[in-house]
C-alpha cells in the first residue's frame, strides 16, 4: 500500500473543512438523495460523500457502507483530495497503491473506486463523492460527466448549508 501524500497547504484545507462546521452532524436529505442516486444511476453498491480531517475520513451521506468513518491513511479518497482530477481506479487488485490496501484484501473489498473531489470556492479540496464497487469496471466520459454533476451538486449542498439554508 502507498499512503496518500498530504495535500498542498493541508493545514489551511483542513481549517476550511472545519469551518463548514459539518464534521460529525447527522445524515441530511439533502446529501442522501444524492448518493441515493449515484447508487441507482452507477450501479453500484456504495456511494459516500466522505470529508477528509486529519485523521480520518468521515461520511456525511453513505448507501452501503455501515461504517461512518475510516483512517485517513488507509483511505482512497485521501488520495483523490491531492488533485482537482477525478481519481479513477478501475481494479484495485491491479493498482500498486491499493493492491494491498485493508479496504481492498478485507471488507468491503473495494475494486473499483472512482472519487470526484469536492473543491470550495477557495481551491481547497474537503472530500469526495465516491463511487465504490467491490467489482472492476470501466469509468468512460459520460460517466465522468455525469459524477461531475453530481459532485457539483454536493458542493452546492455544502456551500447552502453553510450559509444557513
Not at 19 to 34: C, K, M, N
Request: hydrophobic residues 40%; contains cysteine; negative net charge.
Amino acid at each position: 500500500m502507498i499512503p496518500a501524500p498530504l495535500p498542498a497547504h493541508d493545514a489551511e484545507r483542513l481549517d476550511t473543512l472545519r469551518a463548514l462546521l459539518i464534521l460529525d452532524t447527522p445524515p441530511e436529505e439533502r446529501f442522501d438523495r444524492i448518493t441515493a442516486f449515484a447508487a441507482q444511476e452507477f450501479e453500484v453498491p456504495t456511494v459516500l460523500v466522505s470529508l477528509v480531517d486529519q485523521n480520518r475520513q468521515w461520511f456525511k451521506s453513505r448507501v452501503g457502507l455501515d461504517a461512518c468513518e475510516t483512517p485517513r491513511d488507509i483511505s482512497f479518497c485521501g488520495h483523490a483530495i491531492v488533485s482537482p482530477e477525478t481519481l479513477v481506479v478501475t481494479d484495485a487488485h491491479t493498482d500498486p497503491r491499493f493492491a494491498d490496501n485493508p479496504l481492498v484484501t478485507g471488507p468491503p473489498h473495494i475494486r473499483f473506486y472512482a472519487g470526484a473531489p469536492l473543491m470550495l470556492p477557495n481551491g481547497h479540496i474537503v472530500g469526495t463523492l465516491c463511487l465504490i464497487s467491490p467489482q472492476p469496471r470501466t469509468y468512460d466520459a459520460l460517466d465522468r460527466a455525469i459524477h461531475h454533476a453530481l459532485r457539483d451538486l454536493v458542493v452546492e449542498e455544502l456551500l447552502r448549508r453553510e450559509n444557513g439554508a
